[in-house]
């Protein structure tokens, strides 16, 4: 074990990797609860996407760990299962098998770019300011699922001014107005106090240094909490129960077939629409996996990637360990699509592994294994409540806040795309008029400034896509 992993060379000790393993997996452990919840309110059973969650977690970690040598973790991402869920699902109109099957299509695209190198063509395209911006915006997406979910919104409607639809859904216009609920009741009140210990345990953590595993801590207080007030149900609830690996059999695989791949393309009219999901999942996996990879992989003192492994980047073949592990990353899409969930891709929560002193690959095993063991707690994890996962969410969507900060919000050329993208994807309750309102207002600018041959070949060709897709739903 130390001559495979190096673990004596890495100055470090098979007991401190397996901590520090432990470490990562109790800060990112709330994807467990947090992912069911999301891509379940698109039609995927609960009980199935907990269980894919599970292994899509733990074969990307072990594969990261034994193939790569890292300490590094993955899972379904967040972002991405609000993507399927609320946008391919919920406003492109494709059922939950479809969805996966989009998933699985930009997950081989991405192995592709990742294989070919064409994701450098396809990630020089996009400029750095957009980049930075679609992050701030999810963040501020996923912060607003998490207020809804808590319970903390409510929206009031001019009269006559909404549509009922048969199955009773409410289709407003404009004039719906969000304000914060007037009375507080059981769920906002644990949800208040999940975000409030979050809140404090991840300040303490900044303070001190040491990591309280903040996130799964406050969701895991917050549902106790719940149990008294009559939102947490643990009425008949067997802690140790396997009936989720039933319905895992509905998800495994379920994007090959009808409806699924098969039937993805039956409508030429959504053609379209399933290239410009396609699209930007693959967008958003490539720039999230080489940023995440990146920027946790120079954390000073670690050197995951130190000097000698970055000039064996870029060579022909995997030399180095930064190849692997995008590689690796890049598999994400279309194994975890397989396994009944959205793509899985590095956790930034990585990095409190690493800060423990997690060196190596056994780092990773170890995360991989504890998502192994958490497989019999399926009904433990079912009865966490929306409220109590809200926190998570907000604070989820604040750390990506900071990206902001490194926009150069003096320069109109720059600025006005990124405000267009970050205030469009939370208010359009979708990632991809975000987007399309960056890039195009990006397009449009330099055209008009006459620095058009400064814009790349495929950002001119995403912009058509956007624009037939805006011009399509019009007609």
């Not at 309280?212 to 207080?221: E, F, M, N, S, T």
């Not at 891709?345 to 998502?371: Q, W």
Request: proline share 4%; aromatic share 10%.
């Amino acid at each position: 074990m130390d001559k495979y992993f190096q673990i004596t060379a890495h100055q470090s000790t098979a007991l401190r990797e397996v901590l520090c393993g432990v470490t990562t997996f109790l800060t990112m452990s709330y994807i467990l609860f947090v992912n069911p919840s999301i891509l379940s309110e698109s039609g995927l059973p609960a009980g199935g996407v907990f269980v894919a969650t599970a292994l899509s977690a733990a074969l990307g970690a072990v594969l990261l760990g034994l193939l790569a040598n890292v300490p590094l973790a993955m899972a379904p991402g967040m972002g991405l299962n609000t993507f399927f869920t609320y946008t391919v699902c919920a406003v492109m109109g494709f059922q939950w098998q479809e969805a996966l099957s989009l998933t699985f299509i930009s997950g081989l695209l991405h192995v592709a770019i990742m294989a070919t190198g064409l994701r450098k063509a396809l990630v020089k395209a996009i400029p750095g300011h957009l980049k930075l911006a679609f992050g701030v915006g999810l963040g501020l997406f996923i912060a607003y699922v998490g207020l809804k979910n808590a319970g903390f919104l409510t929206f009031t409607i001019a009269p006559g001014q909404y549509r009922l639809l048969d199955g009773g859904t409410v289709i407003a216009d404009a004039s719906a107005v969000p304000s914060f609920v007037s009375v507080v009741g059981s769920a906002q009140i644990i949800a208040l106090i999940g975000l409030a210990l979050i809140a404090a345990l991840l300040a303490l953590e900044k303070k001190t240094g040491d990591s309280y595993a903040a996130l799964p801590v406050g969701i895991i207080a917050a549902t106790a909490i719940g149990i008294p007030l009559g939102v947490t149900k643990m009425t008949g609830l067997n802690f140790i129960d396997l009936s989720a690996l039933g319905e895992f059999s509905r998800v495994f695989m379920a994007f090959w077939g009808r409806p699924g791949l098969m039937s993805l393309f039956d409508d030429p009219g959504r053609l379209t629409v399933a290239v410009l999901a396609v699209m930007i999942t693959l967008l958003t996996n490539v720039m999230d996996s080489i940023g995440t990879v990146m920027g946790i992989g120079q954390i000073r003192d670690a050197e995951i990637f130190d000097q000698a492994d970055m000039e064996k980047f870029g060579r022909p073949g995997w030399a180095s360990k930064l190849d692997r592990t995008l590689i690796i990353n890049s598999l994400g899409g279309s194994l975890s699509a397989a396994m009944g969930s959205s793509t899985s891709t590095v956790f930034m929560e990585s990095v409190t592994g690493i800060a423990a002193g997690g060196r190596t690959g056994l780092s990773a095993v170890a995360t991989g294994l504890m998502f192994i063991l958490c497989l019999p707690l399926a009904k433990f994890f079912s009865c966490i409540p929306p409220a109590a996962i809200a926190p998570a969410l907000i604070v989820a969507g604040a750390f990506m806040i900071p990206l902001a900060a490194r926009i150069d919000w003096s320069s109109f050329e720059e600025s006005f795309p990124a405000f267009m993208t970050i205030v469009c994807i939370p208010l359009t309750y979708g990632f991809v008029y975000g987007i399309a309102a960056g890039i195009l207002s990006h397009v449009v600018i330099q055209v008009a400034v006459g620095r058009s041959r400064s814009v790349h070949p495929a950002l001119y060709a995403v912009a058509l896509i956007f624009l037939a897709v805006l011009v399509g739903e019009a007609f």
